[in-house]
Structure formats: C-alpha cells, structure tokens
C-alpha cells in the first residue's frame, strides 16, 4: 500500500497497481499524481460547487455509479455542506480530490451554479456533440461560427473539449442572472443556428432521433445538470481530459484524442492556464444589453 501527504492528510492509496486505463498503462497512483499536478486548476472551476462523482467499480468499460453525497466511510476533514438534508462533497481542496479517486472517483463533475449562490450560474456554456467519433471537423465548423456570433454580442468565449467525442464552448458571465434568464439567450442561439444549418444541426436531446446531425445542446445549463470540472480524466480508452483550448489552435485542427493525462501537464507548463478567464481571472461579462434588446424585440 502507498500513502500520499497532500494538505498535510496523510492518505493510504489502496491497490496503487490497479491499472485503470490499459492502454496507456495508468495505474491508480499514476492518476493520483496526475490529479495531484491539475488540482489548483480543478479546485479553482469546482470551489464551492456540489461535486457529482462517476465511480467504475467494474472498469471505465462498464456500468458507473453517480455518487453526491459523502459516504459514511469518508474522513471528516473531506471538504463538504450540509445541503438539503444532505452531506454533499465540495472539491475545494487537493485533499479531497485524494480521497474521491482513492474512494474509486474517475470523473468529477459540478453544476452551473454554487451552493452559496443558487440559481445564478457562472458561465453560459453551449455543448457541441458530433453524430459519431469521426465528425469533430463539424463541431470545429459549428464551434468558430457561435465564437463570431458571441463576438458580435460583446460576448468572448473558451471552447474546450469534452474529454468525450464533443466540445463546449464557454461563457464566463457575472453571477446575477437565473437560468431562466440564460436560458433565453442560449435558446435563441440555439434556434438561430437551426434555422441557418437544418441540414446539419439538430436540438433533439434524444439520441435515436437525431441522424446524422450535430447536437447543438443549450439544455444542459439548467438547476442541478452538471458538466466535468475541467482537466477531469474521462472513462475512455484514450484516457481523455476536459481540456481548454485556444481559438486558433481550434481553427487549424484538433482531436479531443490530443489531450490525455500523458500530456496535459506538459500543454498548461507551455500554454499556461486556459481557463483562467472562467476561475483565476474571471470575466464577469454582463447580459443587461442583450436580455433588454430581447425584451424589446419579444414577439
């Protein structure tokens, strides 16, 4: 057994060997460090928000379990709130983080909005799905038009990928909006581009009953829906992250399988930071212009 000190907690890692993605050969403790070297970054996108765990008790390959609230075996000192009548976990520490993957954590995932400021999100995102693995040169297409749309709105934005097949774009904004308010906005866009791309877009949340379209998904931003916590590890086989990404490097071409655990430490050492515009150096970037015109052009 291994033990890891991180914020002065001494933490037993329990099976260190256990590999977890086969075909990198990342073992549990290789992910441990890896969190450990991305956590000021989590932290920073997932303080003070309720954090939903994805455990693979049986492999990235099979069923996961959502986990919220704190188990009864977790230490006290894991960050967490009472909230409606619930423990809830909090990712407000590199301690915490610890103790979710040594507990069997692979994904971290956090809601719009923070438990001390319900109903007001931090950022608008828009979630860009291709119909399969081999259609992100759609999402790119799809992705540098909305960037120029929101441009035209005052609005700048960070695209980053999925960790899965997609990419998002998000929207740091002042916290004073409600969903309903966003949702006004990203719906509109939503439609917009519909209405411009028929052939190619699609707002069908079902799966089955989109085609061949992309899913331009605005329906995510909601109460309580959630999104992973940048730099979060995916259960895929390329052992994926929730990476930001520049506009330009956008443009001239990626693949969400280009940015994995082997090389996300080495991208924030040359790039920096990418989504510090959402955390460290958030913009709080106001809706009152666009939500009056809205107003005054309703009908």
């Known amino acids: 057994m291994e033990e890891v000190v991180v914020d002065g907690k001494r933490i037993e890692i329990t099976h260190p060997d256990r590999i977890i993605w086969k075909a990198q050969g990342i073992s549990k403790l290789d992910y441990i460090h890896y969190l450990v070297s991305v956590s000021p970054y989590m932290i920073q996108h997932a303080k003070n928000r309720l954090l939903m765990v994805w ?19 977790a230490p006290e000192w894991v960050s967490q709130v009472f909230y409606k009548s619930k423990e809830r976990i909090l990712l407000n520490d590199t301690s915490t983080l610890v103790w979710a993957a040594n507990y069997g954590a692979v994904e971290f995932h956090v809601p719009f909005d923070r438990y001390d400021k319900t109903d007001y999100p931090m950022e608008m995102v828009f979630d860009l799905d291709p119909p399969d693995d081999k259609s992100f040169h759609r999402v790119i297409e799809v992705a540098l038009m909305l960037k120029e749309l929101l441009q035209s709105l005052g609005l700048s934005s960070v695209p980053r990928t999925s960790g899965s097949s997609g990419l998002q ?4 904004i002042e916290p004073v909006y409600t969903f309903e308010q966003t949702r006004k906005i990203t ?18 949340r079902v799966v089955s009953k989109r085609g061949d379209k992309l899913y331009f998904d605005y329906l995510q ?3 309580g829906r959630t999104m992973p916590v940048v730099y979060s590890p995916r259960a895929k086989p390329n052992a994926t992250v929730a990476a930001p990404l520049t506009w330009s490097e956008l443009a001239e071409g990626v693949q969400p399988t280009d940015f994995t655990m ?3 430490a080495g991208r924030i050492s040359e790039k920096g930071d990418l989504f510090q515009p959402l955390t460290t150096e958030k913009q709080n970037q106001s809706l009152h212009e666009i939500l009056a015109f809205m107003e005054r052009n309703k009908g």
């Open 169 to 172: 774009v998000f929207v740091p």
């Open 55 to 73: 455990l693979y008790p049986h492999g990235i390959t099979g069923k996961k379990i959502e986990k919220r609230s704190v188990p009864a075996s």
């Open 262 to 264: 082997l090389n996300i």
């Open 221 to 223: 931003l909601w109460r």
């Open 187 to 204: 719906a509109f866009i939503a439609n917009y581009f519909r209405e411009q791309m028929p052939e190619r877009i699609t707002l069908e």
